[in-house]
């Protein structure tokens, strides 16, 4: 029933939302156009396809949705039990006190208090790709630097190499799993036996944002670790399968002696929240229903493009997050991106020197197969 119901909603996207139909869309966009110009007051304007942000459409949940309606009566006030409500669910779900667990705006705000911490203790020891830009921040105000392991043809991160490249002066090794742009998921056991032994020397932080989209995130997470007085840091965030991103909700985990000393370089914590998306959040994370939808809706979008991409003769890297990276060949990432630009479908453009390598979004199914549909003629104009 699954199936027909996706082949009868694709056979009618293709036959609708041709490339020819974009004529009726806004104002093409430019390539010099400011990147936020597709913008309105709450989201992209009517027309774009909006494939650069790695967000979930389809949230907030309905839950979510009357949670937040009722919880912004109360704005006027600063956020305190609610937070401790958030904290204990979080907690019981992991096994776990509220003193592991601290909120944070998005995972952003903890992932960057995490590297401006370390970063004074010495070097951050991260893969050449990855979500880079707390890292970056806090090598900015130090000495010390932001040390990047080479790349290998496939885009994962090898373990071993990553391990036999620790030195005394590596104070984080910094992995996100299911990693971005590449989507690659890390070996289970390997990671876990990887993290015991090397958290002997120096504190570890995996950032699980997209860790909901595996196959088995209960087993993924590297939370029982933590559990074991492991010296790692778990990061998570409701911006992702939640569909939250615009109410800025997250979290670390780590031990409790840990967060005071990651504390200490930046406010984090309930009251730097905020209660509509903290009710937002309480009521969505254990909303079974939305996120098994917005899993299935994402997986879909993600088989439209891998069919997309193999048809046009070129590849992507298998992705466990709700985005593929797709290697272009011997096309420019940056030129790809004007071109699908022109066309109001926004997608992100070169990552560091990877020339030729694409990153799309998930978004609706109506946006994927816009990409889809003008992908062979945004091809053709760079070629």
Known sequence: MKNKK????????TGTLTTGAL??????????????????????????????????????????LRAINEASKKSGYYVHTSGETLRSMIAEKNGLTNDYIILSSGSTAALTNIALA???????????????????????????????????????????IMKNSISKDISLVHITNPNNPTGSVLNNSDLKKFCRE??????ILIDEAYNDLTDNPKSSTMIPLIKEGRNIIVTRT????????????????????????????????NWTTNHAGIAAAIASYNDK?????????????????????????????????NFIFVNLGSLNADKFKASMAKRNIIISGIYRNHKNWSRVSMGKISDIQRYVNAMPEALEEIS
């Open 6 to 13: 996706s082949f009868s909603r694709r056979t009618f996207l």
């Open 23 to 64: 004529a009726i869309t806004p104002k093409s966009l430019r390539s010099n156009e400011n990147i936020f110009s597709y913008i309105t007051r709450h989201g992209p304007s009517s027309g774009i396809a909006k494939l650069n942000g790695n967000e979930n459409p389809y949230g907030p949940s309905q839950k979510a």
């Open 118 to 160: 370390s970063i004074k203790k010495g070097h951050i020891l991260a893969p050449d790709l990855f979500w880079d830009s707390t890292a970056n921040l806090a090598a900015g105000t130090s000495q010390n630097k932001l040390k990047r392991l080479p790349s290998n043809t496939k885009h994962q991160i090898d373990l071993g």
């Open 198 to 203: 090397v958290s002997k020397t120096c504190t």
């Open 238 to 269: 409701f911006s992702k399968i939640h569909g939250l991103a615009g109410l800025r909700i997250g979290y670390m985990i780590a031990k409790p002696k840990l967060i005071k000393e990651i504390m200490k370089f930046g406010i984090i914590g």
């Open 289 to 321: 229903n939305f996120l098994s939808h917005s899993k299935a809706m994402i997986n879909e979008g993600k088989e439209m493009v891998m069919e997309a991409v193999k048809k046009n003769g070129l590849s992507a890297l298998p992705s466990k997050a």
